[in-house]
């Protein structure tokens, strides 16, 4: 236990362990596919930004009928399946590159495929982790795997510039394939017992039910709803402006890969920070006040963005910025996080954190090809700008009262309004 917390238990560990290889084969591979679009295929603006938006438009689409079919499945397995998954289609970009067919179509292709197992193994593991902690413990666990997110963005990148330095532009995408091959021992490795989920026989004709439960259970939760507009809003509005601001830095800018890799891995030591500081402030101040003042403080400092310019100032602007965004990132996530999966019944938790994930990737593709095609009609930097402005509005999107709870409650009970 630290500080009076209980700990998440052994079983957490090697999920801890399987989601801290994954992570840090997506830090090597940082932006590896705008970066190749860019530097090898020579794609502008336009097409780097649809890239990001049809890759996970369309792996949304896919995903949307897995989840009632995984909800009803061994979660582990399922989880070491999207791990195998990944790896497959990630190391078919090697493979091309390597024979000189790599094209922009088996790109999006492999965005497709990589999307929706992501969505897939998040929905999964999100009910193999409500399973395997008890919930005095979630927060801590949550916190635990949002700092080893941070910590493979801190070590991920540099290590990824020099990979491709050494080796090449796709030695960070091979590597990242290699680490779900580690996640998925890391799963098999978890001892306990699964056992398999009965679907009860009065359900088994509603497909379409099964569906739409994600939404509908989102969406009629007081607390639940305006949290999920507002994620998937800011996430959307901060992901449209990644491609652009790519292009703006290693294109007129003059940034070099290495450079732009180190701007945004310096700074995520604020989400590590934020992540381990997140289970104190809760137990200080309570969930719901953490989720206000983070939430409200994580928009207020991309708007900063557009006024990068070049040279070591302007690098030393885009740390700066992002030290600030990601360090309330870093608090707001795991509470966000433990607080659905407490107010989520455990057999409808695939299904709910799959529309989650579906409806943000659905808005971030969307909201990723209009800033494409603003930054075509208007210029990158000024793109950038307007989503930095939108960002300011969103906290009137979260829930100003948690009503039913004790307003200092540590992110332990159930909400009494929980259905």
């Given at each position: 236990?630290?500080?009076?917390?209980?700990?998440?238990?052994?079983?957490?560990?090697?999920?801890?362990?399987?989601?801290?290889?994954?992570?840090?084969?997506?830090?090597?591979?940082?932006?590896?596919?705008?970066?190749?679009?860019?530097?090898?295929?020579?794609?502008?603006?336009?097409?780097?930004?649809?890239?990001?938006?049809?890759?996970?438009?369309?792996?949304?689409?896919?995903?949307?009928?897995?989840?009632?079919?995984?909800?009803f499945r061994r979660k582990r397995s399922v989880m070491i399946a999207m791990d195998l998954v990944r790896c497959a289609?990630?190391?078919?970009?090697?493979?091309?590159?390597?024979?000189?067919?790599?094209?922009?179509?088996?790109?999006?292709?492999?965005?497709?495929?990589?999307?929706?197992?992501?969505?897939?193994?998040?929905?999964?593991?999100?009910?193999?982790?409500?399973?395997?902690?008890?919930?005095?413990?979630?927060?801590?666990?949550?916190?635990?795997?949002?700092?080893?997110?941070?910590?493979?963005?801190?070590?991920?990148?540099?290590?990824?510039?020099?990979?491709?330095?050494?080796?090449?532009?796709?030695?960070?995408?091979?590597?990242?394939?290699?680490?779900?091959?580690?996640?998925?021992?890391?799963?098999?490795?978890?001892?306990?017992?699964?056992?398999?989920?009965?679907?009860?026989?009065?359900?088994?004709?509603?497909?379409?039910?099964?569906?739409?439960?994600?939404?509908?259970?989102?969406?009629?939760?007081?607390?639940?709803?305006?949290?999920?507009?507002?994620?998937?809003?800011?996430?959307?509005?901060?992901?449209?402006?990644?491609?652009?601001?790519?292009?703006?830095?290693?294109?007129?800018?003059?940034?070099?890969?290495?450079?732009?890799?180190?701007?945004?891995?310096?700074?995520?030591?604020?989400?590590?920070?934020?992540?381990?500081?997140?289970?104190?402030l809760v137990d200080r101040f309570g969930r719901h006040r953490v989720l206000l003042v983070a939430g409200t403080l994580?928009?207020?400092?991309?708007?900063?963005?557009?006024?990068?310019?070049?040279?070591?100032?302007?690098?030393?602007?885009?740390?700066?910025?992002?030290?600030?965004?990601?360090?309330?990132?870093?608090?707001?996530?795991?509470?966000?996080?433990?607080?659905?999966?407490?107010?989520?019944?455990?057999g409808r938790v695939v299904r709910t954190l799959t529309a989650w994930s579906v409806t943000g990737k659905a808005v971030?593709?969307?909201?990723?090809?209009?800033?494409?095609?603003?930054?075509?009609?208007?210029?990158?930097?000024?793109?950038?700008?307007?989503?930095?402005?939108?960002?300011?509005?969103?906290?009137?999107?979260?829930?100003?009262?948690?009503?039913?709870?004790?307003?200092?409650?540590?992110?332990?009970?159930?909400?009494?309004?929980?259905?």
């Amino acid at each position: 236990m630290a500080g009076g917390r209980p700990a998440p238990g052994r079983d957490f560990r090697w999920l801890w362990a399987a989601y801290g290889a994954s992570a840090l084969g997506t830090g090597l591979a940082f932006s590896a596919f705008p970066l190749l679009a860019i530097t090898v295929l020579h794609q502008g603006a336009a097409e780097v930004a649809s890239l990001a938006a049809v890759g996970a438009a369309v792996g949304a689409a896919v995903a949307v009928p897995l989840g009632p079919w995984v909800e009803f499945r061994r979660k582990r397995s399922v989880m070491i399946a999207m791990d195998l998954v990944r790896c497959a289609a990630l190391l078919s970009v090697p493979v091309a590159y390597a024979l000189g067919r790599l094209g922009l179509a088996q790109l999006l292709l492999v965005s497709v495929v990589v999307a929706a197992a992501d969505i897939t193994f998040g929905a999964a593991a999100g009910a193999c982790l409500k399973a395997l902690v008890r919930p005095e413990a979630m927060v801590t666990a949550q916190a635990r795997l949002e700092s080893t997110t941070w910590t493979a963005t801190v070590v991920g990148p540099p290590l990824g510039g020099a990979l491709v330095a050494l080796l090449g532009p796709v030695a960070t995408v091979a590597a990242d394939a290699v680490s779900y091959l580690l996640s998925a021992a890391g799963i098999r490795a978890i001892r306990g017992r699964e056992p398999r989920p009965q679907r009860e026989k009065r359900e088994k004709s509603a497909r379409f039910g099964d569906l739409v439960e994600g939404w509908r259970h989102i969406l009629a939760h007081p607390l639940l709803r305006p949290l999920f507009l507002h994620t998937v809003l800011v996430n959307g509005l901060i992901m449209a402006t990644a491609p652009l601001l790519a292009v703006l830095m290693l294109g007129p800018l003059g940034f070099t890969p290495w450079q732009y890799g180190l701007a945004f891995a310096v700074p995520c030591i604020g989400g590590l920070v934020g992540a381990r500081l997140a289970p104190g402030l809760v137990d200080r101040f309570g969930r719901h006040r953490v989720l206000l003042v983070a939430g409200t403080l994580r928009v207020c400092w991309p708007v900063g963005l557009v006024f990068v310019r070049p040279g070591v100032g302007g690098l030393l602007l885009v740390m700066a910025v992002e030290l600030a965004l990601i360090t309330c990132i870093g608090v707001f996530n795991p509470v966000f996080a433990a607080h659905r999966l407490r107010v989520t019944e455990t057999g409808r938790v695939v299904r709910t954190l799959t529309a989650w994930s579906v409806t943000g990737k659905a808005v971030t593709a969307s909201l990723t090809a209009l800033w494409g095609l603003l930054a075509g009609l208007i210029g990158a930097r000024e793109a950038i700008g307007l989503a930095g402005v939108l960002l300011l509005a969103t906290p009137l999107l979260l829930p100003r009262h948690e009503a039913g709870t004790d307003p200092r409650a540590d992110g332990v009970r159930v909400l009494q309004d929980t259905p």
